[in-house]
């Protein structure tokens, strides 16, 4: 029976590195029919506080990642590192040493011949040679224990079958499979994830831009986004598939397919596949979510020339975060456009535009019907003589809706109706 673990330590915040490694946990065991547990690594009384063991809790719940069996905290298990220690001790696996100017300390007895040596099922075979390995401190001065023991003595009470986590353990992971051998527990197989870099190839961190999980919450993203895109940093299905069902990635997950070189944060793709989720989001949810944002931002619940249902359509495939809403069409429930500096500096404040826009009211007002084809037959015979569509499609777009980004022109125009664009291309002219 396989049985993997997620073992953060709280610190107050989720990072993206540590919750992949929850991922890809909460994948094996599902994939395999084992288990998934959660050991919360809880030993820094200083950073291991109740609202930071929260955080841990309500970026796994929003991930959807359940986990078997009750938690286990790690300070719970100090009788069991206590015991560790003294057959250690017994055994001359470890040994009692004062350490510098403190008090006395428990070491750990490394090799001192030969190699020590294992087979990561992402590394491949890691060796080091018994002279580069020294012997470490288990137990500090104070009697703690230290995450080294603690670690591998949970794991073993735990069961644990393989250890999945970052590749910032390798090196830890010589001294536990020592630990292991010492307390004469089988060695779990281990897989160690590459790192998540930036594009600078360096680790990607909160300088890079969004790395815990509350984060990409606050911005927007939804938990099946951002779980998907975990999982491919560092893990392939060995088609072309991106986009997966939860179902799919259960089923395609295998420890052989995660690849061993860097993962790199690409935010431009991270922003598609949030785009992707939410245009597959049930129309329904994103309706709710929708009216929800339009109450929260004091805008009325209906937009001003035609019904949400009309509206919704064009928004929702177009949305590339949940914050998108309303700022990117709030447009169609107020006259009080809300004009973007930045967009009239660029498509307004062009000596040429005023007069482009006057005329292209001119010419809409005289269409017999106003509809998404008529408007377009009108700017394509205007934009003929212009020499390309953009003089007059980007000033028009801002002039309608105040922002740069929306649905397709045409599709907007029409659904705001020929009065309201009228009435905004003449003022627009004038901004
Ligand atoms: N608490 C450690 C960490 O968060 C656990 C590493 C492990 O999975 O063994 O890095």
Not at 223 to 244: C, K, Q, S, V
Request: glycine share 8%; proline share 6%; charged share 25%.
């Amino acid at each position: 029976m396989i049985r993997v673990r997620f073992a953060p330590s709280p610190t107050g915040n989720v990072h993206i590195g540590n919750i992949r490694a929850a991922i890809f946990n909460w994948l094996y065991a599902r994939h395999t029919g084992g288990k998934f547990l959660l050991r919360i690594e809880d030993t820094d009384l200083q950073r291991s506080t109740p609202e930071a063991i929260q955080k841990v809790l309500d970026a796994m719940q929003w991930l959807g990642l359940d986990y078997d069996e009750e938690a286990v905290y790690q300070t719970h298990n100090r009788p069991d590192h206590e015991a560790a220690v003294e057959k250690l001790l017994a055994t001359g696996h470890a040994y009692r040493a004062k350490k510098g100017e403190g008090g006395e300390c428990v070491l750990f007895r490394m090799p001192t011949e030969g190699t020590v040596e294992f087979d990561d099922l992402v590394k491949g075979h890691m060796r080091k040679k018994a002279e580069d390995l020294q012997d470490f401190v288990i137990v500090r001065s104070d009697g703690s224990p230290v995450f080294h023991l603690a670690n591998v003595v949970d794991d073993i009470k735990q069961g644990i079958t393989h250890v999945i986590r970052g590749d910032d353990h390798v090196e830890n992971t010589f001294k536990h499979i020592q630990i292991f051998k010492a307390l004469g527990a089988p060695v779990p197989v281990y897989a160690h994830l590459p790192m998540i870099v930036n594009a600078q190839g360096k680790p990607y961190s909160k300088r890079d831009g969004a790395a815990f999980i509350g984060e990409f919450k606050e911005q927007g993203f939804l938990p099946e986004t951002l779980f998907n895109f975990l999982l491919l940093l560092g893990w392939a299905p060995g088609d072309d598939r991106e986009i997966m069902t939860r179902e799919e990635m259960i089923e395609a997950f295998s420890l052989e397919r995660c690849k061993s070189s860097p993962s790199r944060f690409d935010m431009k793709k991270l922003l598609w596949m949030n785009g992707e989720y939410i245009a597959h989001m049930p129309r329904e949810a994103f309706r709710a979510f929708f009216a929800g944002r339009l109450a929260e931002a004091g805008l009325p619940p209906q937009p001003l020339a035609c019904t949400l249902d009309e509206l919704i359509p064009c928004i929702q495939i177009r949305t590339k975060t949940l914050n998108d809403i309303p700022k990117n069409c709030a447009f169609f429930f107020t006259d009080d456009v809300a004009y973007d500096p930045a967009a009239v500096e660029k498509r307004l404040h062009k000596p040429e535009v005023p007069a482009r826009l006057l005329a292209v009211a001119e010419a809409f007002e005289k269409l017999p019907e106003f509809t998404e084809a008529a408007t377009e037959e009108v700017i394509r015979a205007m934009a003929a003589e212009l020499g390309g569509m953009g003089p007059l499609v980007h000033p028009v777009r801002v002039a309608v809706s105040g922002v740069m980004e929306g649905p397709g022109l045409f599709e907007m125009l029409a659904l705001l109706g020929r009065d309201r664009v009228l009435a905004r291309l003449r003022k627009a002219a004038t901004l």
